[in-house]
């Protein structure tokens, strides 16, 4: 199996920041993308921000020039490193991956449990 771990939550007030990581690790054979979804309260589950294993990035449209995202390919990392936080950036942000575990399967999307950001004065 393939687990996934979040670290870097936490409380912070508006136009703080904040850096999530993220560690895949397990039985990977190759991941494709990883990133990070978030969920506020009655909201849905939305895209924050993805990176391809070539570095494609992509980015909701709320936290462009805000956020940032970063990979390190040979550890299975990625980073969130969020700026400039407003009230609505509140919500569990969950990190997955996209990876095999075998050559010959699938890519499937593995999730972790997700961590709290709050972004309160």
């Known amino acids: 199996q393939v687990h996934v771990v979040e670290s870097g939550g936490g409380l912070v007030q508006p136009g703080g920041s904040l850096r999530l990581s993220c560690a895949a690790s397990g039985n990977i054979f190759s991941i494709a993308a990883m990133g990070w979804y978030r969920q506020g309260p009655g909201q849905e589950r939305e895209l924050v921000a993805s990176?391809?294993?070539?570095?494609?990035?992509n980015y909701a449209d709320s936290v462009k020039g805000r956020f940032t995202i970063s990979r390190d390919n040979a550890n299975n990392l990625v980073y969130l490193q969020m700026n400039f936080l407003k009230l609505e950036d509140t919500a569990a942000y969950y990190c997955?991956?996209?990876?095999?575990?075998?050559?010959?399967?699938?890519?499937?999307?593995?999730w972790g449990q997700g961590t709290q950001v709050t972004v309160s004065s």
């Open positions: 997955y991956t996209k990876a095999q575990t075998r050559s010959w399967l699938g890519y499937r999307d593995f």
């Open positions: 990176v391809s294993s070539g570095g494609v990035t």
